[in-house]
C-alpha cells in the first residue's frame, strides 16, 4: 500500500507539470526571412544603419543614397552589375497591410502615363511588371511590396532582374536582409519613414549630394 501511494504521488506529479508546459507561453519562431521588423531581426548581422531601414552588408553590393542639405535621405538604390533595386518604407496602420492598395494606385498612374502593368504571383506575393518610356529608352520594372507590421517596403528593380528575379541574386539577399526600425510616433498612413545618413557619412558629404555608402561602414 505504501508503494502504491509514492507512485500515484509521482503520477500526479507529473501531470500537473505536464499541464503547465502545456499552459506555458510559446515564443514564435522568427521568420525565415526579412525585411524583419526590428523587434524580430536575428543578430550578428553587419548592417548600414539609415534610421528606418537597415541594409545588410552583402558582396558586391553597393548603396547609393540621395540626400539634402540635413542628412535627410530622398532616395535608396542597391547597385550589383547592371542590376538596381529601389528602396522605400513607409507607415501602415496596425490592423491591415496596404501593398494591394499602393500596388493599384501604381498600376493606374502607369496606365495614365501609357505604360501598360501586369501583375504577377512572386515570392512576396503579388508584384507589378511594368515596361516604361524613359529618357534612354524602355526600361522594365518590377515592383514589389512586403507588408509588416504597421510598416510597408516597397522594392522596384531595375535591370535584368526586372523581368529574371532569379537574376536579382545579391539584391534580393539584401531585400531578405533588411530591417524596419518603426519606431513608436504616429504617424499618417503612407507617409514615408524617416532616413537618414550615418553621421559619419553626413560629416563627408557635401550639400545635396548623392552619397555611395557600403554597407559595412555603418
Known sequence: MIFSRKR???HER????DANELEAPVTPEPPARGPY???????????????????PAVPDVE???????QGVIQQVVLVHGQNALQLGVF????SEGIWDEVREEIRQSLFSDGAAAQ????????ELHARVRT????TDLRFVGIDGPRWMVRGVYQGEAATNPAAAGPLAVCLDGLVVDRGQEAKPVREP?????????????GPGEGVPAAPGEA
Open 37 to 55: 521588423d526590428a523587434s524580430e531581426a536575428p543578430g550578428g548581422v553587419q548592417r548600414l544603419d539609415l534610421g528606418s531601414l537597415q541594409i
Open 135 to 138: 529618357p534612354d529608352g524602355l
Open 119 to 126: 501583375e504577377v504571383t512572386g515570392e512576396y506575393g503579388t
Open 63 to 69: 548603396v547609393r543614397v540621395q540626400a539634402d542639405q
Open 8 to 10: 500515484a504521488d509521482r
Open 91 to 94: 507607415a501602415a496602420p496596425r
Open 193 to 205: 519613414l524617416p532616413l537618414r545618413l550615418p553621421r559619419e557619412v553626413a560629416d563627408q558629404a
Open 14 to 17: 507529473t501531470d500537473v507539470r
